[in-house]
């Protein structure tokens, strides 16, 4: 695997030298647990002009091969193998050396827009800074006049005033703007983004991915992108590289990686993720088991205790990445490449799709359930405070603002929107179990008083249980899991014997081994992990558990698995989901009804069909359209509405519409019909063909 | 005081507890989701630390010394003719000699005898105070963080209040009344009343953290009480810090005892502490040198040893720790 | 801004009243200047020691709460802090070992500072190499050392030079002793005189500065945006010196300006060995002479010392960093 001729993913016709030859790369670190085998031969050839995807989940190696490539690793890592750039070897280049090139002919884009920047600088200093170091002999002229050439392009408005702002008063997307003029700011030949979009909205990752391609085209530079989101890849790539434990196990074009995979780690990762443009049809797929541990790998293939089609020649020696028999360009790494293309073997072939469970309340229509929980124009409002030395209220923040929705037995509920958009605001209100602010939340018909009970407090808590984001934090590292399940048993009151019984059942029920209660939460995987979360939110056998981002932290991998943990619960136990998640493939697959929120508000609310197929809201058409899909053919062909700017502070109070300043159907109307969006809040009613499909839109 | 500026040195703290605890284990990935087999190698929480600990040949180093010392204090007399409180009045300031070991005092108490007295006396001190000191800041630290609002300002405010005065002015002021002889209580009383309250401003600050984590989160949706969350999450997870502070806590503990024993405020005869022992050393630098160097010598042992000590337990629990750049 | 500053400022005034009057009481609880009356030989007749006590405003048989409205008062309206059991006036004599403190003090703290922050610096970028851990054990050891052992010990090693040489190189006590006129020779002599306390403060003070600067460093060497400077072409040399560097001396900047705070009492034990007669010195001599309204002034004026400071951090903190900075 070492011959050059494997390693070229696709070779232009035209015989043009790539600018950068990545061969048998090797990175190793050291750690308390053993040497980490961070990445484990990779080989690649970039060409100008060619976007280079690369998709793994986390501990894959793909970001480390890229601050390989930039030289920016920790002095404990010990780089093998060959780096070239236009035939100049960079693994040789001492940091002094390699700064001339960084910056100037790669560049790079990192993934959390928030730190990347110096916070007491501003943003003129620092592009000055990148122009500079390059071109010491810029004049001031020249360097404001390019400085603001740049954030045009980038997209920032106001860009002469602007230069003057700290990186704090830049929202996250303006910040990651900023980060990328600064990397097109010497026209590089290369720009490495790591993961650029992952910590930021889906509207504005679209805007971001704009931004980037239009640099792209500005400056004729090679890309690597590296990402975990297979729908951002599907979208941007022209090649594919799929990395598993340290080393590529596929390379193709993006079509064929996507449409013809042979690696069934490439098939699983792709049947894996929900698909945001398809009703769901059936069960998510999940790859068994969680990634390889980098320390102390065992022989033979690190996919194969995954595998589904594993055999002992998988086990004996790991494949070599070659070229795969009858299909042009595309590479694999698995000893079963060619049962897999003779037979044509497909995804369905390899993974077994298992039966859903029968849902209690099948066939049941939803007005005859019994409403679980039901909020009524709850408000919440948080004061203020500007800065961290004039500590005074200067306005409040409508975080909630006037929100109605219910939620019935064994139905999922979901409420999707963008960061500061309220929706998990609105869950911890609700878990407060104290009377709103404004308006009225009822648990089972009871209305949450004022005062309440010890007894009722303890019923509620029966009744209502909560799910985090973060099963690592979520969960208490000093305690064995035994104490944490038994956690909410106690304060229901329950005898030893009958906790250590429920304790059991609940093990099993969330496919856990029994016998490991005993184990402290860091010695469990992630998707365990949220399990065990799963499982404590659920031992006093709960109405309603609201879920925030449960699956968000997790990798795609193990993502499919806990979706479909919390699908069959809900279908056994009855139990109703109250789900706020900002990944609209995640939603489309697990809920009933969805409500959107923007800026405390809900603007849509429907079922998971009428908002997805006939979305009535502009801001439900933008976010959807947002929303990239695994699929080449179909993110090529398909329009985007991008909206303008950013979410608006959410101290600005509205007397109108709040999306009336980014709509984009607000430019097409009239004069009048405009004066009412701005002058009159709309109001959340039925429109379109559902009764229970409604809108807050004047003109939808 | 000023909330911004201390604020701004704590953060490195906060963040250790919150990655604190995790690397605790090697965890090997199983093999199966549900998997019954998941055959790991386990090391344990404590096997690692002490593992950790043992590897740092400074803090081994100053574990014996430690040790070492303790013994000296706790046994040291037995195997010396003379007592602290008995001087040799025909051996007044005398030299080292055969029979006496570390020469005299002016006073002619046996040099030997007195330093295994002060020594127990600072060990002592130090000690006590250090644990109750933690004990205070942990409970009333986190207390106040917890439960927020109200409570939480006016308990900021009455610290902030109480640092506004230099502690060691008001433990001079406490321990100036004291006897000969309840010399050291007073002094072990007067160090922990005005000890604790910069430790319980620094335990505030991470509870402040804490308490954001969704774990106590947790607890506080399933309905369990605050002061069971108080003792159940939030002390055990702030445990290695308390650990640490209370063995560098001793450190400053026996600094502020040398340093008010050698201004004549702490501890007095007929009792003695190493402090004592240097006030009365200062006097006769010239003439009697070696009434000045070794109870200088037992002290930077004993402080040495027991920063070598926390750094490495420091280091041990809290590997990552960006807290405080003591050694190494 | 300024109203800011003036609404923390009163903020400051109350904390301080609530602050000194705790001390008082303290103070009066714990200390007993009738003592230093009754050890006297001959004693006193009881009515004169309650005259003088009653002149002073301590003595224990007026009720405490009467003798503090009369002190309070006397703050008041007078500017008077009272007396001390030999009838001298109490804030006159700290007033005039301010400038003893302050000759002392100063030098060494801009020293400390300027030492402890290149050594933090200096280290933390040569982090796990000897030099830090070299310099790292003897700032541990400088730190775990008690000011009284580290001042002892170089009066010790001093006089050994003294002797060698014949001469004497180095005073160890007081801060002047040249009674002449000549200029260049009184600042001679004062060198002579202050060098070894400056020495044995900036040997405890520069310590703190040191392992902090080298913590807040290393914490920001790691930072994403050092990561991002390195990747538009600076150095890591240049990264770290651009752009953590200035980030890191925010929290030291308003470290030093806490430091204002020590910089009265945290000299009391130098003074006592070098025999210098600054604030430090005299508050040991209101403890042991039972000076209640002494002792007290001096916790009145390192408690305005103190909160200065934290007005200074605050403002230098919002000041140097866009994040706090005002718009």
């Known amino acids: ?700 | 005081m000023s909330d911004m500026a201390t604020e701004e040195k704590d953060l490195g703290l906060n963040q250790d507890v919150a990655t604190e605890g995790t690397p605790a284990a090697v965890v090997v990935n199983p093999v199966s989701q549900g998997g019954d087999a998941q055959d790991l190698k386990r090391t344990g929480r404590m096997t690692l630390y002490v593992r950790r600990f043992m590897r740092r040949p400074s803090a081994v180093f100053g574990l014996v010394v430690l040790c070492i010392l303790i013994l000296f204090a706790l046994f040291g007399a037995m195997v010396c003719p003379w007592k602290y409180d008995e001087p040799d009045f025909t051996a007044l300031a005398a030299a080292p000699s055969a029979d006496h070991w570390l020469g005299t005092t002016i006073g002619g108490s046996d040099m030997y005898a007195m330093i295994v007295r002060g020594l127990g006396r600072s060990l002592l001190v130090g000690i006590i105070s250090s644990t109750l000191i933690m004990i205070i800041s942990a409970v009333l630290g986190t207390a106040i963080a917890f439960f927020e609002g109200v409570v939480e300002k006016v308990g900021m405010w009455i610290l902030d209040m109480l640092l506004t005065i230099p502690s060691f002015l008001l433990v001079a002021m406490i321990v100036r009344s004291s006897s000969g002889t309840s010399g050291w209580l007073w002094l072990t009383i007067g160090i922990t009343a005005f000890g604790w309250i910069g430790y319980a401003r620094v335990i505030r600050t991470l509870t402040m953290s804490l308490r954001e984590l969704d774990y106590i989160r947790a607890a506080k949706f399933m309905g369990v009480g605050s002061f069971r969350i108080i003792l159940r999450h939030l002390v055990p997870n702030l445990g290695s810090v308390l650990i640490i502070n209370t063995v560098l806590g001793v450190v400053s503990a026996v600094n502020q005892e040398t340093a008010l024993s050698f201004l004549g405020l702490g501890i007095k005869a007929p009792d003695t502490s190493l402090g004592t022992l240097l006030m009365n050393g200062q006097s006769s630098v010239l003439t009697a040198p070696w009434i000045l160097l070794f109870p200088s010598a037992v002290l930077i042992l004993l402080t040495f040893s027991v920063q070598l000590i926390g750094d490495g337990l420091r280091d041990a629990i809290d590997p990552y720790s960006r807290s405080a750049g003591k050694a190494e | 801004m300024i109203k800011y500053i003036i609404r923390r400022l009163v903020n400051y005034v109350i904390m301080l009243f609530v602050a000194i009057s705790m001390t008082y009481f303290l103070a009066s609880a714990f200390m007993d200047p009738r003592s230093n009356y009754m050890s006297r030989n001959p004693r006193p007749p009881e009515a004169s020691i309650d005259r003088s006590l009653d002149l002073a405003n301590i003595n224990d048989k007026t009720p405490v709460l009467v003798r503090y409205f009369n002190w309070l008062k006397g703050i008041v309206t007078e500017w008077n802090w009272g007396l001390s059991p030999d009838q001298e006036p109490v804030a006159p004599a700290v007033a005039s070992r301010i400038s003893s403190s302050v000759q002392l003090v100063a030098i060494s703290t801009v020293l400390s500072i300027i030492i402890g922050v290149s050594l933090g610096v200096y280290t933390a970028i040569r982090q796990y190499k000897w030099q830090d851990r070299a310099l790292n054990a003897v700032s541990t050891l400088f730190l775990v050392t008690p000011a009284a052992v580290l001042g002892l010990l170089i009066v010790l090693g001093t006089i050994a030079i003294n002797n060698a040489t014949g001469t004497r190189i180095f005073y160890v006590t007081g801060l002047h002793s040249y009674e002449g006129g000549n200029i260049g020779l009184a600042i001679l002599d004062f060198l002579q005189h202050i060098i070894l306390p400056t020495i044995v403060l900036v040997c405890i003070g520069y310590v703190n500065y040191h392992l902090t600067q080298r913590t807040y460093l290393l914490d920001t060497m790691n930072a994403d945006y050092v990561r991002t400077a390195r990747a538009k072409g600076l150095t890591l040399n240049q990264a770290i010196r651009k752009h953590a560097l200035r980030t890191s001396l925010i929290p030291t900047t308003t470290n030093i300006a806490f430091s204002i705070a020590s910089i009265f009492t945290g000299a009391v034990i130098t003074e006592t060995v070098f025999a210098i007669n600054g604030l430090g010195r005299y508050f040991v001599t209101t403890i042991q002479d039972n000076d209640i309204n002494g002792a007290v002034c001096i916790a009145a004026f390192s408690g305005v010392c103190t909160l200065a400071g934290a007005l200074l951090a605050d403002i230098l903190a919002a000041w140097l960093d866009p994040r706090i900075r005002l718009n």
């Not at chain 1, 890592?77 to 002094?96: C, M, P, Q, W, Y």
């Not at chain 1, 005074?392 to 064994?410: C, F, Q, S, W």
């Open chain 1, 1 to 700: 695997m070492t011959e050059p001729m494997n390693t070229v993913a696709a070779a232009p016709a035209n015989g043009e030298q790539p600018v950068l030859e990545v061969r048998d790369l090797r990175v190793n670190f050291a750690s308390e647990a053993g040497t980490v085998r961070a990445v484990r031969g990779v080989n690649f050839d970039l060409y100008r002009g060619k976007t280079l995807g690369i998709v793994g989940e986390s501990g894959s190696g793909k970001s480390v091969t890229s601050m390989a490539i930039m030289g920016l690793l920790d002095k404990n890592a010990h780089v093998e193998g060959s780096i070239k750039f236009r035939g100049d070897e960079l693994l040789t280049k001492n940091d002094k050396e390699m700064s001339v090139l960084r910056g100037d002919r790669i560049a790079m884009v990192f993934q959390d827009p928030l730190s990347a920047l110096t916070p007491v600088f501003s943003i003129g200093e620092q592009l000055k800074e990148a122009l500079v170091i390059h071109n010491p002999k810029m004049t001031e002229e020249q360097i404001v006049s390019r400085s603001i050439e740049l954030l045009k392009l980038v997209g920032i408005p106001n860009a002469e005033e602007r230069l003057k702002s700290y990186p704090h008063q830049f929202s996250g997307g303006m910040r990651q703007r900023v980060v990328i003029a600064m990397a097109i700011a010497n026209n590089p030949d290369i720009i490495i983004c790591d993961e650029p979009t992952t910590a930021l909205d889906v509207t504005i990752q679209a805007q971001v991915l704009e931004v980037l391609q239009r640099a792209q085209q500005e400056t004729g530079a090679a890309v690597i992108f590296i990402t975990h989101d297979l729908g951002v890849i599907a979208g941007i790539a022209d090649d594919i590289i799929v990395m598993y434990a340290g080393r590529p196990v596929e390379k193709a074009d993006v079509d064929t990686v996507f449409h013809k995979p042979v690696m069934p780690y490439t098939m699983g990762l792709l049947g894996a993720v929900p698909r945001p443009d398809r009703e769901k049809s059936s069960r998510l797929v999940p790859i068994p088991g969680a990634p390889m541990n980098l320390v102390n790998m065992p022989k033979g293939c690190p996919f194969a205790p995954r595998c589904p089609l594993a055999t002992d020649i998988c086990r004996q020696g790991e494949p070599d990445l070659l070229p795969v028999e009858g299909r042009e360009g595309q590479l694999a790494a698995c000893h079963r490449v060619k049962e897999i293309v003779d037979q044509n073997l497909t995804f369905s072939d390899i993974y077994t799709v298992g039966e859903s469970v029968k849902s209690k309340f099948d066939g049941i229509p939803r007005e005859q359930r019994q409403t679980v929980l039901d909020v009524k124009h709850l408000k919440k409002t948080f004061p203020l405070t500007a800065g961290g030395f004039l500590r005074r209220k200067i306005g409040e923040v409508h975080a909630v603002d006037d929100v109605t929705l219910d939620v019935r037995e064994g139905e999922t509920v979901a409420l999707v929107g963008e960061s500061g958009s309220g929706k998990s605001t609105t869950l911890l209100e609700i878990m407060e179990f104290r009377q709103p602010e404004s308006g009225e939340i009822s648990v089972l018909g009871k209305p949450i008083a004022k005062r309440m009970s010890r007894e009722d407090k303890r019923e509620l808590h029966s009744n209502v249980q909560y799910i985090f984001q973060d099963p690592m934090s979520s969960l208490d590292p000093r305690l064995p899991i035994y104490d944490i399940l038994a956690e909410p048993l106690k304060v229901q009151g329950l005898s030893k014997q009958e906790i250590n019984d429920r304790i059991r059942d609940l093990m099993a029920l969330v496919e856990l081994n029994p016998d490991q209660v005993d184990r402290f939460p860091t010695q469990f995987s992630g998707g365990q992990r949220q399990r065990i979360a799963i499982a404590r939110a659920l031992a006093v056998n709960p109405k309603l558990v609201l879920l925030d981002e449960p699956v968000s932290a997790l990798d795609v991998s193990i993502q499919a698995g806990v979706i479909n943990l919390l699908e069959d619960l809900q279908n056994k136990l009855g139990v109703a989901y109250l789900f706020v998640a900002h990944n609209l493939s995640v939603i489309r697959h697990i809920s009933n009804r969805i409500a959107v929120m923007y800026l405390g508000r809900i603007v849509e609310l429907g079922s998971n069909h009428d908002v997805f197929e006939e979305p009535l809201h502009p801001y439900t058409k933008a976010l959807l359209s947002a929303v990239p899909v695994p699929d080449p053919q179909i993110e090529r062909t398909r329009q985007r509405i991008v909206l303008e700017g950013e979410l608006p502070s959410p101290s600005e109070s509205f007397s109108g519409c709040p999306f009336a300043g980014r709509c984009p159907m607000f430019s097409t109307l009239t004069k009048d019909q405009q004066a009412r969006c701005l002058g009159e809040s709309p109001e959340l009613v039925a429109k379109g063909g559902a009764a229970d499909h409604m809108a807050a839109c004047h003109f939808a």
